[in-house]
């Protein structure tokens, strides 16, 4: 292996580029349909060719950890180095640099390469020095090139084979859609077209995500929310784009655990990635006009067919675990946990075949299309102004829909602390998305007399979720099953009580904490 301190016969300048691209996978029983489809049929074709690549990184692993990529491919008769890095995935689009150089043989040398920050990490001597094969792929690829429409230039490339890494194998079937020429909605207006035929689904994994999930044996974790940082130069339009892509980002970055995992974190987080989604619209709604109205619907039905795994996943880990053992008697205690993970168990089966089916495969690439056009053409007028301004009006209004809603907060209903609770949520995420835009330490005080408030307002409507859960459980008539779940809800409405006590004060400390966005 080289060690990037000199050149080698075959050596050539760096090929630089930023590539943009949609990944679709489909099953390979439906590849024959996709490709008799007069969009890849009739297009101008070139020799398939089979790809065999070696990724490297170090034993530790630092290249993984920077969200690079270095690999030999060889092409033909050729070979071919190639960094990639940097960029970012957000509504199935992947986006990054691409840095391509020919080799005379398979040694990865990284002498000559550009100076960038996506090549600083490969020019340091612990990198170059200690950079061994961690997978392979071996891929049989088919290009076509496809102009479909005016000004539009899509190069389709099917790839079928496998990855290889840590002893373990996956098999690779999917179309990669790279943008030539034109804008980034040609995509998805062709992945549309595409999917009339032949159901198609977003792959926002990588080749190279797969091969180091091999190789480590282990998915990544659950990925948690990380609200973007706004700048005060942006445009509302830019900020809602930021939010929306940051939001949808965590969905799709959880939905591979969901679908193949056991780790119930996956599906809470992408839940949390669903709400803060759906909120980023409902506080952009009165910006972005009609044409929202359908992404917010299907929103609601992706997270509608979530729901349910959810609660019984809270009620079996967390809420359980906590009453049973001290309030009820072993034998009903265990007959109710079994009854609940039977529930469990057949709620999460039907989560994943929610976001296996058709329709939310759809609503994912017309969510994709949707955000890709207002980051185009700027959106409707309203969206041109300031993001401050914009975010001034959104926090008000939501602050004074807040205080309205817990007038009398002692008299409130149920119902009432509910659409409450809601309202506060709102707010919270507002506050966060827009941290950027005001005095840090204001809008992290604000957030934090938010969380309080919305985790008792939570912790009082959970009751009335608990006893609707253990109820459905206490349904199959047996006798333990059923005074075991009286007595839980017994006590959670005792706990909905003291929660109530406590309530009055977070609301007066949510009431006096400062207002920045008036500041």
């Not at 920050?117 to 088919?142: C, D, M």
């Not at 859609?177 to 595409?194: I, M, N, Q, S």
């Not at 912790?459 to 349904?475: E, F, H, K, M, P």
């Not at 006590?491 to 009055?504: F, G, I, P, S």
Request: overall charge positive; some cysteine; charged content about 25%.
């Amino acid at each position: 292996m080289n060690r990037g301190g000199g050149s080698r016969q075959g050596k050539a300048d760096a090929a630089v580029a930023v590539e943009v691209e949609l990944k679709l996978r489909l099953p390979p029983s439906r590849l024959p349909a996709v490709l008799s489809s007069p969009l890849l049929s009739g297009a101008r074709r070139a020799a398939g060719r089979r790809l065999a690549a070696t990724y490297y990184d170090t034993p530790a692993l630092d290249l993984w950890q920077r969200r690079i990529a270095l690999r030999v491919r060889r092409e033909g008769r050729r070979w071919v180095q190639t960094v990639k890095g940097g960029g970012s995935a957000v509504s199935g689009v992947h986006s990054r640099l691409e840095i391509d150089r020919p080799l005379a043989d398979p040694r990865p040398d990284l002498s000559g390469l550009p100076r960038h920050a996506v090549t600083r990490i490969l020019r340091s001597p612990g990198v170059v020095n200690a950079l061994v094969p961690v997978f392979h792929t071996s891929i049989k690829r088919s290009l076509r090139l496809l102009q479909p429409a005016p000004g539009v230039l899509i190069e389709a490339a099917v790839d079928r084979g496998t990855v290889r890494g840590g002893g373990r194998r996956e098999a690779v079937c999917e179309i990669e859609l790279e943008l030539k020429k034109g804008p980034v909605t040609a995509l998805f207006d062709l992945a549309r077209r595409l999917a009339e035929r032949v159901p198609l689904a977003l792959e926002h994994r990588s080749k190279a995500q797969r091969g180091y999930a091999l190789f480590r044996g282990s998915d990544p974790p659950p990925v948690k929310a990380v609200a973007p940082v706004l700048d005060r130069k942006l445009s509302a339009g830019a900020a809602f784009g930021l939010i929306a892509g940051n939001a949808l980002a965590q969905v799709q970055a959880n939905e591979h655990g969901v679908i193949h995992g056991d780790d119930p974190e996956y599906l809470h987080q992408m839940r949390v990635g669903i709400r803060r989604l759906r909120s980023a619209f409902r506080l952009f709604r009165g910006l972005l006009g009609d044409a929202a109205a359908a992404q917010e619907d299907a929103l609601r039905a992706v997270s509608a067919g979530l729901a349910p795994a959810r609660d019984w996943d809270v009620l079996v880990t967390e809420t359980l675990p906590a009453l049973v053992p001290v309030r009820v008697p072993h034998d009903a205690a265990a007959a109710l946990i079994a009854a609940c993970e039977r529930q469990r168990q057949l709620a999460r089966r039907l989560s994943k075949k929610s976001i296996k089916t058709i329709t939310y495969n759809n609503s994912m690439m017309d969510l994709g299309a949707f955000l890709a056009a207002t980051g185009e053409d700027g959106g409707p007028p309203a969206l041109q102004q300031p993001a401050r301004a914009c975010a001034t009006q959104i926090l008000a209004a939501w602050h004074a829909r807040v205080l309205r809603r817990g007038r009398r907060l002692e008299r409130r209903s149920s119902d009432e602390l509910h659409r409450l609770r809601i309202a506060v949520k709102q707010l919270r995420y507002a506050v966060e998305f827009f941290s950027g835009l005001y005095a840090p330490r204001r809008m992290a005080a604000l957030r934090n007399r938010l969380t309080l408030l919305q985790d008792i307002l939570g912790r009082i409507n959970d009751a009335s979720g608990v006893a609707a859960l253990v109820g459905s459980a206490a349904a199959t008539g047996d006798r333990d099953v059923q005074t075991a779940a009286d007595m839980v809800i017994d006590c959670c409405e005792a706990r909905a009580a003291t929660e109530r006590a406590l309530l009055k004060p977070a609301w007066r400390r949510f009431r006096a904490a400062p207002q920045p966005w008036r500041e």
